[in-house]
Nanobody, 128 residues
Framework: QVQLVESGGGLVLPGASLRLSCAAS????????MGWFRQGPGKEREFVAA????????GYADSVKGRFTISRDNAKNTLYLQMNSLKPEDTAVYYCAADRERYRSYRVFMEPTLDAYWGQGTQVTVSS
């Protein structure tokens, strides 16, 4: 059974940085593309970033491009999201997602029909 456990959230000041982690277990991590999503207060869940199974290709939402970096360590079965220059509008619960099929493009995480495994989320609050 696939398990995804996020960590690294917290309360930070505007302009600060945080790194989120997602520890995966239950299958061969390196065969599956991964993504990050978030859901702010009163908002629908939205795509943040995704990375292919190999780590070679990535994609980002326009709202985080240039500030967030997604990466993975296949040897540690861990996905990361480095978040810099955080803004109050980045406040949300951040979720890790794993593709259900092997070797697909990161672009599947941008599709409304995405069917993925999900973590329980980690809260990120950006406030002065």
């Amino acid at each position: 059974q696939v398990q995804l456990v996020e960590s690294g959230g917290g309360l930070v000041l505007p302009g600060a940085s945080l790194r989120l982690s997602c520890a995966a277990s239950g299958r061969t991590f390196s065969s599956y593309s991964m993504g990050w999503f978030r859901q702010g207060p009163g908002k629908e869940r939205e795509f943040v970033a995704a990375i292919t199974w190999s780590g070679r290709d990535t994609g980002y939402a326009d709202s985080v491009k240039g500030r967030f970096t997604i990466s993975r360590d296949n040897a540690k079965n861990t996905l990361y999201l480095q978040m810099n220059s955080l803004k109050p509008e980045d406040t949300a619960v951040y979720y890790c997602a794993a593709d259900r099929e092997r070797y697909r493009s990161y672009r599947v995480f941008m599709e409304p029909t995405l069917d993925a495994y999900w973590g329980q989320g980690t809260q990120v609050t950006v406030s002065s």
